[in-house]
């Protein structure tokens, strides 16, 4: 069982930045693919971005591309997403998953995530 918590979220004024952290539990982390996906309120989760089990590899959805960036540190059992140049369109709750299966490149699909955080809230203000 792999448990992990985000933080980081928080308001921000648009064209700011916030930096989100996913720590996760269990000595496998290094073997699975993680990712971020966020929720707008009344709408389903969606995808954001993900990173492959060794960092080699990066997928973004098209709206944040060039704005964040996923990485992450094994050693410390983390996940991290830069945001910059927020728009009031990013504020969702965001949520850090794992997979897994240690695919070579991440999924992008929600049902392909064994483990979820709770979530931290992200505000960006007009």
């Known amino acids: 069982q792999v448990q992990m918590a985000e933080s980081g979220g928080g308001l921000v004024q648009a064209g700011g930045s916030l930096r989100l952290s996913c720590a996760a539990s269990?000595?496998?982390?290094?073997?699975?693919?993680m990712a971020w996906f966020r929720q707008h309120p009344g709408k389903e989760r969606e995808f954001v971005a993900a990173i492959s089990w060794s960092g080699g590899v990066t997928r973004y959805t098209d709206s944040v591309k060039g704005r964040f960036t996923i990485s992450r540190d094994n050693a410390k059992n983390s996940v991290y997403l830069q945001m910059n140049s927020l728009t009031p369109e990013d504020t969702a709750v965001y949520y850090c998953?794992?997979?897994?299966?240690?695919?070579?490149?991440?999924?992008?699909?929600?049902?392909?995530?064994?483990?979820w955080g709770q979530g931290t809230q992200v505000t960006v203000s007009s």
């Open positions: 269990g000595r496998t982390f290094s073997r699975y693919s």
């Open positions: 998953a794992a997979d897994r299966s240690s695919s070579y490149t991440p999924s992008q699909s929600r049902s392909d995530y064994d483990y």
